[in-house]
């Protein structure tokens, strides 16, 4: 019954390493989604895509940058880590059918960058 | 831009009790969705509720039931006969069609036995 699989549930980097954050989703959605998730703050958005090799900015894309090379997957890449980007990260895809239903999401990975 | 906002970032409830989380938002469009999703322990976001704007009719899924008064841009989430499962962060959410769905800040919803 898994929909959107993150690839790890919790990592730990060093500063300045190059960080990358898996995405798989089984249901043949259109749109994915990279969330950041913080106390107190709430969701926001990192990244999102409508389609293969298609990207776009939200509301907090510094420091970050995405891939989408097949309709399944969608990764995060964090050139090179800061200790300001320890948090939750949680990705999502929706159908793109025009009606929105939400999202599905994925069980989210906790990073930690020290 | 539109902004969601949950004012109470924790709540406390009696289990099998009712309780009222409170949401509200900030657009200037007329046809959007609104959405409860709970996220327990676990991290699994889970979608609890969706209204369409456009409809008159609060939605219903069993326990759970919303008061969505449009002009006063409220969405309201009660949950009746409070269960220990029910014990999570609560996220309301607003999406006007481009299907971003705008988050709230989150409300602690704790049930006690």
């Known amino acids: 019954d898994v929909k959107v699989t993150q690839s790890s549930r919790y990592l730990v980097k060093r500063t300045g390493e190059k960080v990358f954050l898996e995405c798989v989703q089984d249901?043949?959605?259109?749109?994915m989604f990279w969330y950041r998730q913080d106390p107190g703050l709430g969701l926001r958005l990192i990244y999102f895509?409508?389609?293969?090799?298609?990207?776009e900015k939200g509301d907090i894309p510094e420091g970050y940058s995405v891939s989408r090379e097949k309709k399944e997957r969608f990764s995060l890449i964090l050139e090179s880590a800061s200790t300001n980007q320890t948090s939750m990260y949680l990705c999502?895809?929706?159908?793109?059918?025009?009606?929105?239903?939400?999202?599905?999401f994925g069980s989210g990975t906790r990073l930690t960058v020290v | 831009a539109q902004t969601v906002t949950q004012s109470q970032p924790e709540m406390s409830v009696q289990e099998a009790e009712t309780v009222t989380l409170s949401c509200t938002y900030d657009?200037?469009?007329?046809?959007?969705?609104l959405f409860w999703y709970k996220q327990p322990p676990s991290r699994q976001m889970i979608l609890v509720i969706r209204q369409e704007a456009y409809k008159q009719q609060n939605a219903t899924e069993n326990r759970f039931s919303v008061n969505f008064q449009k002009a006063a841009k409220s969405f309201s989430l009660k949950i009746s006969d409070s269960q220990l499962g029910d014990a999570a962060m609560y996220f309301c959410?607003?999406?006007?069609?481009?299907?971003?769905?705008?988050f709230g800040k989150g409300m602690k919803l704790t049930v006690n036995p």
């Open positions: 249901m043949d959605h259109e749109n």
């Open positions: 959410a607003w999406e006007g069609g481009s299907e971003k769905l705008v």
């Open positions: 657009t200037s469009e007329s046809d959007y969705y």
């Open positions: 999502a895809s929706s159908p793109g059918t025009g009606d929105s239903y939400g999202y599905t």
């Open positions: 895509s409508y389609d293969v090799k298609m990207k």
